[in-house]
């Protein structure tokens, strides 16, 4: 099912966002966070959004990954129209096409590390028993096969992020959403799971947007965006795009010291 | 998904916090085992009764002399009125009898060699044999040759020949009643209570007449102790009831205006009254069985409930991966299920403990039967879902963003 939607979509673009807005109402008092965002991303882009704290970016990944819906504005993904599913329909949606990767990891408890890897397929509906072997490939894959009988808890975290990507990856979804995935790991272990993230996006094409604040994690992307006050301040190449971040920032530093 | 995924699922949940998943299951344990008891018990009685249907035989009546009523009424003319053998056999011409048996009791001394026993002697006729579901382990009954010309034979209930002869073959052997020799000719095989006489293998038959001229003093050379018949048909009961009186009112020439002089026992009247004792202790215990259901219910509700916020994040994770409400809901709907039906199972064991240790009391008679167990399963079920639905629900209805950002 997976392969059919992605290559009768293959033509239009992955991601297509039009003026999307944001606003959290609590006590109905209106906070807009996302103030009109236009975003268009075609297969095989590797994506890094940065942003200071609270200029939305989790918002935005959250209406990208279907979890969250626009306050307005459109969103296509895959060439589906979003706003129109029901919630069943997203859940599929989010089932077939996007393979989440979270700050916190996100594996579930008292579960083997091969059940959460292959808890995607059970939702897509693939029985036990080839769910498992494709998780078992897919943990093979990500270095981690020996490890498939443990409990996430008895794992450290970058190896637990990696089995989080063998999550994302097993039903070969067009779209991987990567909210801070290093936030929580050391340098070194951040640039092991960059250097996986970037070689899926080179040998296997696969589409990725990732959060970071960290200029070096996302000099790995081919792409930046980067968000202000909900806006999008930058849309580019990153090697460009990161240059300007330098002098936005020395900038920033210059003025600071003058007050 | 996959049933059996969901299953396993549930499992997991159950075995995470075993302690508190046990504690949840003890209302349901609890209700469902008073539930089967109840159907065990009324099932019991029920059994029991018609144990002892089987044994009086059914559809029967006592025909016997009320001396309360007939006092006032009749000593007057100087004649005390009885039950007679022409009754019984006026009785036994009613188109709605079956079959009408005179009797005539006592307690004699029963001896064969260096034993005796004390016990109760039925001087009756082969009518008696047929209407009363008597069955011979051995020999031949009682036949109208021997009322008709008072022989001296008895047929023994089967812990009397027991009790005389142990292993030995009682046929053709002569033992005494009240000093006087009768020849053995039958071994009854009934076992249980009987309406008039207590223990049915305790009793010694002899022919009515045999009985008249050796054991009994009567008053008239023709009166029995009482009369017991048979109707035609279960329906032609009560008609046959009213057939009696009439036709007893007229032959002991009543007046409309005084009251009878006899009195007709129905038994089937008695078995009725014990059913319907039956039915009101299990609805007792139906009642404190629904009680506990609906309290262990609650419960789960209760730990579902909980379950299904300490398990938000979780919740929000399986829905950014693909699970659908509906896969939600079944998840939380099958585990409280799975939760009440384990319990439903416990609850069965439960009862057959305690239905075994009541029946090897050996007073009373509890079978946990299939009926049982299947009325627990569906009952832990329906308890299950209904009282799983709700948390279930919410579960599936939460917002998966909100969900991720739980804490
Ligand atoms: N559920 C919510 N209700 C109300 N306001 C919210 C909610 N979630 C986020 N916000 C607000 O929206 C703004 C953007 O939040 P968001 O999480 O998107 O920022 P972010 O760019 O991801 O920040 P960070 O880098 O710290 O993760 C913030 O001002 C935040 O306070
Ligand atoms: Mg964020």
Known sequence: MNVSIASSRAEGALVEITDVRKSYFSNRVETPVLHGINLHMQRGDFMAVMGQSGSGKSTLMNILGCLDTPTSGTYRLAGVDVEKQSRAELATLRNRTIGFVFQSFNLLKRMTILDNVALPLIYAGVSRKAS???????????????????????????????????RALVADPPLILADEPTGNLDTRTSNDIMALLNELNRERGQSIILVTHEPDIAAHAKRL??????????????????????????????????? | MKLV???????????????RTMLTMLGIIIGIASVVLMLAVGDGIKAFIDKQLSVLGSNLVIVQADSRKAVGARLRTGTVQTITLDDAEAINRLPSVKGAAPMLTTYSQISYGNDNTNTQVQGTTPTSFVIRNLRLAKGIGLSEVDVASATRVAVLG?????QLFYKNDPIGQTIRIDNQSFQVIGVLDNEGQSFDSGDIGEVVMVPISTARVTLVRTATPRSVQYVVVQSKTTEGLNDMVADIKDLMRDRHRIR?????????????????????????LSI????????????????????????????????GIRMAIGARPSDVLWQFLIEAVAICVVSGIIGVALSAGVASAVSSTGKFEMMIGLKAVVI???????????????PARRASKLQPVECLRYE
């Open chain 1, 132 to 166: 498992r072997d494709r998780a078992q490939t897919q943990l093979d894959k990500v270095g981690l096969g020996e490890l498939a009988n443990r409990q996430p808890n008895q794992l450290s975290g970058g190896q637990q992020q990696r089995v989080a990507i063998a």
């Open chain 1, 225 to 259: 965006v980067r968000l202000k006050d909900g806006l999008v301040l930058y849309d580019g190449p990153a090697t460009e795009g990161l240059r300007q971040l330098k002098t936005d920032d020395s900038i920033a530093t210059i003025a600071e010291a003058a007050l």
């Open chain 2, 5 to 19: 995924h969901v299953l396993s699922e549930a499992l997991r949940a159950m075995l995470a916090n075993p302690l």
């Open chain 2, 158 to 162: 089967k812990k009397v020949a027991e």
């Open chain 2, 256 to 280: 409309a205006d005084d009251v009878d002089d006899f009195r007709v026992v129905n038994f089937g009247e008695f078995a009725k009254t014990g059913e319907a004792i039956a039915t009101g």
């Open chain 2, 284 to 315: 007792a215990l139906g009642f404190i069985g629904a009680v506990s259901l609906v309290v262990g219910g609650i419960g789960i509700m209760n730990i579902m409930l909980v379950s299904v916020t300490e398990r938000t994040r979780e919740i």
């Open chain 2, 376 to 390: 627990a399963v569906v009952f832990s079920c329906v308890v299950g879902v209904f009282f799983g639905f709700y």
